[in-house]
């Protein structure tokens, strides 16, 4: 990638609600007056790229999501070998030459997998209380390493036995950054997702 933009990779497991905090999280930066784009890695489709770009008509250019295809490993193009994701990068600088943000989201993923520096600016971790209220502490880079953790699927922590205050105390216990708990299906803490990355990304 010859030029530059503030880049957002966003991973997590399968299922964890990636996917929706990207559908909830563009329209408010859209209406924080920045041109998004969003590119969706996934193993063999481009089934998420084609939910988003069906989500943000209107609101983006359609030239402005798109799908990377990763292969057997989805972490591969996220962090071994992310050229494919920078060359899409740069074919929506063509299209956009003012483009303020992309978000990376990542193929669905075990705790390990991180984003590569020179991909992404900040890397958010999304796991869920569906998961399991241990998943903080296994640890694993994705939950250590993160810019930012997010503990998705708030209202179903009653419903699947997970403790949502412990959840949130091994976070603190295992981590040094922040932690913000989301709910993509009422949007409650999305707004908090986004301060984060308008103040640490953009500087705004």
């Known amino acids: ?116 520096p020179e991909l992404a600016d900040y890397f958010l971790y999304v796991i869920s209380t569906a998961e399991g209220d241990d998943i903080p502490r296994k640890r694993g880079p994705g939950v250590t390493e993160a810019d930012l953790l997010v503990i998705n699927k708030t209202d179903l922590a009653p419903h699947v036995g997970a403790d949502l205050d412990l959840m949130l105390e091994d976070a603190d216990e295992v981590r040094d950054g922040p932690v913000v708990t989301t709910n993509c299906k009422t949007e409650d803490g999305i707004d908090d997702v986004r301060e984060e990355i308008q103040g640490q990304v953009l500087f705004a």
């Open 1 to 116: 990638m010859s030029r530059q933009v503030a880049t957002v990779g966003i991973g997590g497991p399968v299922g964890s609600g990636k996917t929706s905090l990207v559908r909830a999280l563009v329209p408010r930066l859209r209406e924080a007056g920045l041109q998004v784009g969003v590119i969706a890695n996934d193993i063999l489709t481009q089934e998420d790229a084609d939910v988003l770009r069906d989500s943000f008509a209107g609101l983006i250019p359609p030239e402005l999501v798109a799908g990377v295809e990763t292969g057997a490993c989805p972490h591969t193009g996220i962090r071994e070998d992310p050229s494919m994701n920078l060359e899409q990068i740069d074919r929506f600088l063509d299209i956009e030459p003012d483009l303020d943000l992309v978000l990376l989201e990542s193929g669905g993923d075990n705790l390990a997998a991180t984003f590569n």
